[in-house]
């Protein structure tokens, strides 16, 4: 899914990409998805925005549904851009984002969330949470 301005042209034209807002997934019903997955999405909101995200990700997960959420760490994307002269993204909102940040200024706002899993680092620059909605 894209922004309605795209914020990936090279997909534009591609059948999967759907245009539209995250934070209304209205095409979608209560709790219908069994397993949500997103990667390099949340980082791009402010915190009030992401909490908006979060809850309407829940809205549309299935009880005992999954939650999957990819995010890099500020910081450490910041410096492995000025390490390699890579410019750095300008949609990520806040510049000190992290798993910390987003556990404890986003996640106590949207519900009861069991978490599966929780890496800090899985790969050069990225956390990875995976959480079951209750």
């Known amino acids: 899914m894209d922004m309605p301005i795209p914020y990936c042209p090279s997909l534009e034209g591609h059948q999967q990409t759907f245009k539209g807002d995250y ?20 980082e791009d909101w402010i915190v009030s925005d992401q909490i908006a995200l979060i809850k ?19 910081a450490v994307y910041r410096g492995i851009c000025d390490r390699t002269g890579q410019c750095h993204n300008d949609n990520h909102k806040i510049s000190n984002y992290s798993l910390e940040l ?10 009861s969330w069991e978490v599966l899993l929780e890496i800090p680092l899985i790969d050069e620059y990225s956390w990875n949470l995976i959480l079951r909605k209750i």
């Open 23 to 42: 934070r209304n997934l209205d095409f979608l019903c209560d709790e219908v998805v069994s397993a949500l997955w997103n990667s390099h999405v949340v």
């Open 56 to 74: 309407e990700f829940r809205r549309v997960l299935k009880s005992g549904g999954n939650l999957i959420i990819i995010c890099p760490d500020e």
């Open 102 to 111: 987003f556990r404890r200024e986003v996640l106590p706002h949207t519900g």
